[in-house]
């Protein structure tokens, strides 16, 4: 087999990520003299930020695998006015350095964008690497602007987001290589306001990164048998789209949520709580890693066997409906 | 070194003033950091009043060297600084000190408070902090000096040896790093704790430059660590600089020294009058 390939179960047309962040920076900062780009071990030799070092030895800066040096030293520089982005895998960003992001980043208010990598199950290198509780630590904390993208675009729209209004921000984004979701990036992203990419009123999905696309793909499928999903984008859980659950759940009666991440502290939770401080007992399935930590193996497949991928969507939906 | 003894005398008179008042000012909020800031009080009152660059009555002057304070419970002293320097009266101190719609924290808010540089407390987190601030100084070309002031105790946290190899990777000769090395920490001396062993080893083989102040509550020997201060040059790229004061916890105070229970406490006004005689002894170049 030559090289791995993930094995979404549909095949949209596919970026990574994780080099549209350098190339939306290269661009910002030829423009903008007081960005920084801040890595941990995260510097490719001949990759886009190889080539930004050489180009900005001043101002790309590598902290080798210390996580804490880089997010306090982020913050730092931030202090002295410079706005921070910071890149590396969100597992041992969000964990290693928890203190740093809450002290240093969201109590001080300091502009710097964590944008954590290989969200979820998707590093592949079992649990040291997943990034399960990350969302929960992140939408935690005060002052946090928490992002999870659904794809490349998204991920570019939302640090374009950061670059013009920087404050304490977490991007999370999967490994690479995942299908695009959204075909163009003129589909009105905005920080704070999720996206219904397919309507209907039977049952509501809402999914966070990649539970997005398996929303939208779900919603698809089950539309051919009549059965009409509204599926939801919640690419940001801080702020949440308060107004847009409410509706879901006034308009359509059941909620299922789709993440990967643990589900009993991340987006699931986010709208179980709007769901009971709004009254609204509706029916309600929370679809993620369960209290555990997850199976070896590629993403796709522990998606599968965790129920929370496209044909685990469909068949929930059908129990619940 | 030779140092200008009318200088000498008047940073010990003021070191002298602020302890008095570090005494007046536990007498009135009760319970506050003692240990600690007494035992740094020399070289804080040095550099504030004469070594750094930094104007009380423009503290936010964009040129100004910037102080950040690791050790967050040291608020104490800088809050009596401050106030000395007229920044804010003793009685908004005492009011509003650790109450709810209060300024003055146990550990410093910079948003309450614009003249600390950053909000702290949480120990570790001083020295990744300064690193950044002077890689950004660095990158800005804004030539003023980062100093960042630790205790020991808190070296022990890793977060601080992740900072000295990255500051020694990007050679930052606008970065001085102040231990206050007064060898007790929370509960007991640190070299029972947690042994540091030898501080000027390790800072040397992580690529530094080390300075060892062998009494730091000593004002001749401050002033004359202080004297080798780096210029102010952003671009300087060469060893950052390590100064190690090797001080007394509790300094000044006889009955509170090198007793590790006077981190934190309060004084009644027996205690009081005793702090202030132990002081006014400790006086060695000042006043006659």
């Given at each position: 087999m030559a090289g791995f390939v993930f094995n979404f179960d549909i095949m949209a047309p596919m970026m990574r990520a994780r080099d549209m962040v350098p190339i939306t920076l290269m661009e910002a900062m030829e423009k903008n003299p007081n960005i920084m780009y801040w890595v941990a071990d995260g510097v490719t030799r001949g990759s886009i930020g190889a080539d930004m070092q050489e180009k900005w030895p001043d101002r790309v800066m590598d902290t080798g695998i210390a996580e804490a040096d880089l997010v306090g030293a982020a913050a730092g520089a931030a202090l002295s006015g410079k706005i921070c982005v910071c890149q590396t895998f969100s597992c041992f960003m969000t964990m290693r350095a928890t203190d740093q992001i809450l002290l240093d980043v969201a109590y001080n208010e300091t502009p710097v964008c964590l944008i954590g990598t290989h969200g979820g199950v998707t590093s592949g290198g079992g649990p040291t690497h997943n990034a399960m509780q990350d969302i929960a630590v992140m939408r935690d904390m005060p002052n946090m602007t928490v992002v999870v993208a659904a794809d490349a675009n998204q991920c570019v729209l939302a640090l374009k987001d950061f670059l013009n209004n920087p404050r304490p921000m977490f991007i999370r984004i999967p490994q690479g290589d995942e299908p695009l979701v959204y075909a163009t990036d003129d589909y009105g992203f905005e920080v704070g306001k999720s996206v219904t990419m397919v309507d209907g009123d039977d049952i509501t999905v809402i999914g966070t990164g990649c539970g997005a696309l398996y929303a939208k793909n779900a919603a698809e499928e089950l539309a051919k048998e009549g059965i009409h999903v509204r599926a939801i984008d919640m690419h940001t859980i801080k702020p949440l789209d308060v107004e847009v659950i409410i509706k879901a759940a006034k308009e359509t009666g059941k909620i299922i949520t789709v993440e990967d991440h643990e589900k009993s502290c991340g987006l699931g939770s986010s709208v179980a709580n709007v769901l009971a401080e709004n009254g609204l007992g509706i029916r309600f399935k929370k679809l993620g890693i369960p209290d555990e930590f997850a199976k070896l193996g590629y993403a796709a497949e522990i998606h599968g066997y965790y129920g929370y991928d496209t044909a685990g969507i469909i068949k929930v939906v059908k129990e619940m409906l | 070194m030779s140092v200008d003894m009318q200088l000498v005398k008047e940073l010990e008179n003021k070191a002298t003033d602020i302890?008095?008042?570090?005494?007046?000012?536990?007498?009135?909020?009760?319970?506050?950091?003692?240990?600690?800031?007494?035992?740094?009080?020399?070289?804080?009152?040095?550099?504030?009043?004469?070594?750094?660059?930094?104007?009380?009555?423009?503290?936010?002057?964009?040129?100004?060297d910037r102080f950040i304070l690791s050790k967050g419970h040291n608020a104490d002293l800088l809050y009596n600084i401050f106030c000395d320097m007229g920044l804010f009266s003793k009685e908004e101190i005492y009011s509003e000190y650790n109450h709810l719609n209060g300024r003055f924290g146990q550990h410093p808010n910079r948003f309450y408070l614009p003249m600390f540089e950053v909000s702290a407390g949480s120990l570790g987190h001083g020295l990744p902090l300064a690193t950044g601030y002077a890689v950004g100084a660095r990158a800005s070309g804004d030539n003023y000096r980062v100093f960042c002031m630790t205790g020991d105790g808190e070296l022990d946290e890793g977060s601080n040896w992740e900072a000295l190899m990255f500051a020694a990777k990007q050679q930052l000769g606008n970065l001085i790093l102040i231990v206050d090395k007064n060898q007790i920490m929370g509960t007991g001396f640190t070299e029972v704790v947690m042994p540091l062993l030898s501080l000027e080893d390790k800072f040397r083989s992580f690529g530094w430059d080390v300075l060892t102040v062998k009494d730091g509550n000593d004002m001749i020997q401050v002033c004359e660590a202080l004297e080798q201060l780096p210029e102010r040059n952003c671009q300087s790229k060469k060893k950052p600089l390590a100064i190690i004061f090797n001080t007394i916890k509790g300094y000044g105070v006889s009955y509170m020294e090198n007793t590790p229970s006077w981190h934190l406490g309060s004084v009644d006004d027996e205690k009081a009058v005793e702090a202030y005689a132990s002081i006014e002894s400790h006086r060695k170049y000042g006043k006659e």
């Open positions: - | 302890r008095k008042m570090m005494i007046d000012y536990v007498q009135h909020v009760g319970v506050a950091h003692l240990g600690g800031p007494l035992s740094c009080l020399d070289v804080s009152v040095a550099l504030y009043y004469h070594y750094m660059n930094w104007e009380p009555k423009d503290f936010k002057a964009p040129g100004r």
